[in-house]
């Protein structure tokens, strides 16, 4: 290798690097089997220093075997896992949990009841010397806003309360990543925002990693700095709230995060038109005729009382502050449309149905979102063969 050739490998940046700082979380090709069914397949994934990232998908998709395999709970079938840098999970090399600079919270929270919140906190820190183990319980009590409770029992608790307990107790140590597998679904629907708030708040104050497993679309969107969604062991999309909403890389990812109706499109010229008429220009596809499906989101999609219209409001949902209204197009086919909280269109009303200006739908082929026409999707090319 010449000098130059070598400094260039040498900067050459590392799927698992960000700017020097080690990723603290990387699984590069990780599958776990249990027999023979799949828990996660070829997984893929780095999770930078100090992003909160959201794990998302059905049940049985893999999330909490992603963060049993991350904590050391299970051992790959194959792959490398690295915490911080440090391989802790390869063909040879296993760390055990204890060593791996990892948190943990559970759902159950899993307190220790005959212990107080203070001797809870403090379990995890028994390599560090009493004075210290003090301090840092004290530290880590004072920043999920615990002190006054520091002599109390799990029992004494509300859920809300237990929840930052769990959540002290893992970040006490110090982790490189704090992995929250569904930890806020035993609370109730009251308390579930604010213990959300706090733990968000937390875990950013701490600069810790951290990685929330949810099933709550919501939740995952308005949490992570990144939101990964998964599907039968593999990730779908990985990628920031907005583009994840915005531009979903597959049929599954539009429908499963947040309501999507599809329907049968084409783009001719650059111009995207279904059922419902001209649905916007896709520019860049001045060549183009391709069949596609549109992806429409029911905030996109207009109504207008129009008796001239055959699209007919079928069914319609008060939702308190939005209105859900469901149309029934020529073709038997339904769309969905917010409408605000004053707007209710009865069952049986004629609607003109249009798209809201400015938005840019996705469009699939087959279950995957095209950002650019398909190879043999141009009139030009078309033309040009010679007629058969
Ligand atoms: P999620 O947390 O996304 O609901 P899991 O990671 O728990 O999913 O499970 C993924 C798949 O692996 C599921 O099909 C599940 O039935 C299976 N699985 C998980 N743990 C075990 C186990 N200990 N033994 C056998 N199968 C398991
Ligand atoms: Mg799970």
Same mark, same amino acid.
């Given at each position: ?7 260039? $490998? ?11 700082? =080690?990723?603290?979380l990387?699984f #590069? ?5 249990y %027999?023979?069914?799949?828990?996660? #397949? ?8 100090? !992003? ?5 998908? =059905?049940?049985g ?16 079938? $194959? ?11 390869d ?30 906190? !403090?379990?995890?820190?028994?390599? +560090?010397?009493?004075? #210290? ?5 004290g ?6 806003? +615990? ?12 859920g ?6 769990a959540? $002290? ?10 992995l929250?597998?569904? @930890?806020?679904? &035993? ?31 919501t ?13 039968? %062991? ?6 920031? @709230? ?12 539009? &429908? *499963? ?10 783009v001719?010229? $650059?111009?995207?038109?279904? #059922? ?6 896709v520019p ?24 001239a219209?055959?699209a007919?409001?079928s ?6 502050? *939005?209105?859900?209204h ?19 269109h009865?069952? %049986?009303? =004629? ?11 996705? +469009? ?10 398909? @190879?043999?999707? &141009?009139?030009?090319?078309?033309? &040009? !063969? @010679?007629?058969?």
């Amino acid at each position: 290798m010449t000098i130059r050739a070598s400094i260039r $490998a040498h900067r050459a940046p590392r799927p698992d690097h960000d700017g020097g700082a =080690p990723a603290a979380l990387v699984f #590069e090709g990780v599958t776990k089997h249990y %027999g023979s069914a799949v828990g996660v #397949e070829s997984l893929d994934l780095a999770i930078p220093a100090g !992003e909160l990232v959201t794990l998302i998908g =059905p049940s049985g998709c893999g999330k909490s075997t992603t963060l049993r395999l991350a904590a050391g709970l299970e051992r790959p079938n $194959a792959g490398t896992i690295r915490v911080a840098g440090d391989v802790v999970a390869d063909r040879r090399r296993f760390v055990y949990p204890e060593q791996r600079r990892v948190g943990l919270v559970f759902q159950d929270y899993a307190l220790f009841p005959h212990m107080t919140v203070a001797g809870n906190v !403090e379990f995890g820190l028994d390599r +560090l010397g009493r004075g #210290e183990r003090r301090a840092r319980t004290g530290e880590v009590l004072d920043l999920v806003r +615990l002190s006054h409770l520091a002599d109390r029992y799990p029992h004494e608790l509300s859920g809300g309360e237990q929840q930052r307990v769990a959540l $002290a107790r893992a970040l006490a140590p110090r982790p490189a990543v704090v992995l929250l597998d569904e @930890p806020f679904s &035993s609370l109730d629907e009251s308390l579930r925002a604010q213990v959300r708030r706090d733990t968000v708040a937390t875990l950013k104050e701490a600069g810790t990693t951290g990685v929330l497993v949810t099933h709550d679309q919501t939740e995952a969107l308005s949490v992570g700095t990144r939101v990964v969604v998964m599907r039968g %062991g593999v990730i779908e999309q990985a990628d920031t @709230p907005e583009k994840v909403f915005e531009q979903p890389a597959t049929r599954f990812v539009a &429908s *499963f995060m947040g309501d999507a109706d599809f329907l049968p499109a084409k783009v001719h010229r $650059a111009l995207l038109t279904c #059922e419902i008429g001209v649905v916007s220009t896709v520019p860049g596809w001045a060549d183009a005729d391709v069949d596609v499906d549109v992806v429409l989101r029911p905030h996109e999609v207009a109504l207008l009382p129009d008796p001239a219209s055959s699209a007919r409001v079928s069914a319609v949902e008060y939702h308190g502050a *939005f209105v859900l209204h469901y149309v029934t197009l020529a073709s038997g086919r339904t769309l969905r449309s917010w409408q605000p909280h004053s707007v209710r269109h009865p069952v %049986g009303t =004629p609607v003109a149905v249009t798209v809201a200006p400015g938005t840019t739908p996705t +469009l699939l082929l087959g279950d995957k979102a095209i950002t650019s026409p398909p @190879p043999g999707s &141009s009139l030009k090319q078309r033309s &040009s !063969e @010679p007629a058969a």
